[in-house]
């Protein structure tokens, strides 16, 4: 787990508004939520009942519908 220490920006009433966190807990952040990402859209994928296409023939098909 990512150790967080919580700093707030706090309007005038005293409410927050705004965090500051340290960079390198920010790029962790960034990185876990990139492989949730990845790992939800692999399971929507899963999920969708399509039929897998192999990375080349993909891309051979990509490359054909942009000429």
Same mark, same amino acid.
């Given at each position: 787990?990512? #150790?967080?220490?919580?700093?707030?920006? &706090?309007?005038?009433?005293?409410? #927050?508004?705004?965090?500051?966190?340290?960079?390198? &807990?920010?790029?962790?952040?960034?990185?876990? &939520?990139?492989?949730?990402?990845?790992?939800?859209?692999?399971?929507?994928?899963?999920?969708?009942?399509? &039929?897998?296409? #192999?990375?080349?023939?993909? $891309?051979?098909? $990509?490359?054909?519908?942009?000429?």
């Amino acid at each position: 787990m990512i #150790p967080v220490r919580e700093r707030f920006v &706090v309007d005038e009433s005293g409410q #927050p508004i705004a965090v500051l966190l340290d960079i390198e &807990v920010y790029r962790q952040l960034l990185e876990a &939520v990139e492989e949730l990402e990845s790992l939800q859209a692999y399971d929507e994928a899963k999920a969708s009942g399509e &039929v897998p296409v #192999p990375l080349e023939e993909a $891309i051979a098909s $990509i490359e054909k519908e942009r000429s």
